[in-house]
């Protein structure tokens, strides 16, 4: 007989066993241990233990639901209109879709007593409050294609898919950086600025990458002024970490009366120079798979995919009673 309950805090290893009995999948961190989940999940300020889930089965765990809520417009605290499904997994030894659908009822069950009008099945960015480091690549992508059991969950329970990410990377110690006379007419006007660990621009962002180094180039033009474009990026292991293998592109962005001029890939190559001389072996982004424009730039670099999320939402919800 299936039961479940919220989080104790006798719970992290029950979790890290879960987690650890996926096995080996893309773009899911093995091993988890305690001490990550406790960096990256269970120390956020907005951790509440009735958003996270268990499912037992004959006395033995056998899968978690997380759920949370992104942040207000202002990113200065939680709103709890927009539920999110962090993450929800489940042993395979046991009847996984029936454990599946459970959760699933019960993480609805907790969002919408908590107000939430709208749900959505996996995180993407500013709906991520957890899981950055542990699922996806650089950023959180909704829910793997490769996670199978999740994909099937949502689409047969009234989730309807609603944007979808692309997964790329590129090796940075093979990578050459070309000449072209268009970036060396750049380089005679703009020049980069690098900040490590700058201010957060905003709670919301101090509190996602409060455990990763953070850095930030900026394109300035060299007589002064405001950046141009800027690209943000994160180590992909939490602090502490002793060798810095992958970083993650978080952003790119270009002043639009500035774009179609080769700032952006003027400003990523920079980006690869710089990483090459701190002994990066690889750069990982992620963008929508809509946006064209940032696929063509990131493939005429180099880039592969690696692999593809899907966001889904939910807007007829059942009433907290159910």
Known sequence: MLQFRSFRNTDPPLLAAIWQGQGAQPGLRQPASVDLLEQLVFAKLYFDYPGLILAWENGRPVGFVHAGFGPNEQYTSVHKDYGVIC????????????????????????????????????????????????????????????????????????????????????????????????????????????????????????????????????????QGGDPLAWAMLRDMEPEGASTLRAVGLLELEVLPAYRRQGLATFLLLEVFRYLQRLGVETLQTQTMARNQAALNLYQKLGFQQTNQGRVFRKEHLPSPGI
């Not at 703009?190 to 900026?218: G, K, Y």
């Open 87 to 222: 993450l929800l997994m489940v042993l395979p030894t046991c009847r996984q879709m029936e454990v599946a659908e459970g959760l699933l009822q019960q993480a609805e069950r907790y969002l919408t007593s908590q107000g939430a009008k709208v749900i959505y099945g996996g995180g993407v960015w500013p709906l991520c409050p957890f899981y950055l480091g542990l699922y996806g690549g650089s950023k959180l992508p909704g829910v793997l294609l490769s996670n199978h059991l999740a994909q099937q969950l949502y689409a047969s329970h009234g989730y309807r898919v609603v944007d979808e990410t692309v997964i790329l990377e590129c090796s940075v110690k093979g990578f050459r950086v070309p000449v072209h006379p268009k970036l060396v007419q750049l380089r005679r006007s703009v020049q980069v600025r690098t900040l490590v660990d700058p201010p957060r621009r905003s709670w919301w962002e101090a509190c996602l990458l409060a455990n990763f180094t953070q850095m930030v180039f900026q394109l300035v033009p060299k």
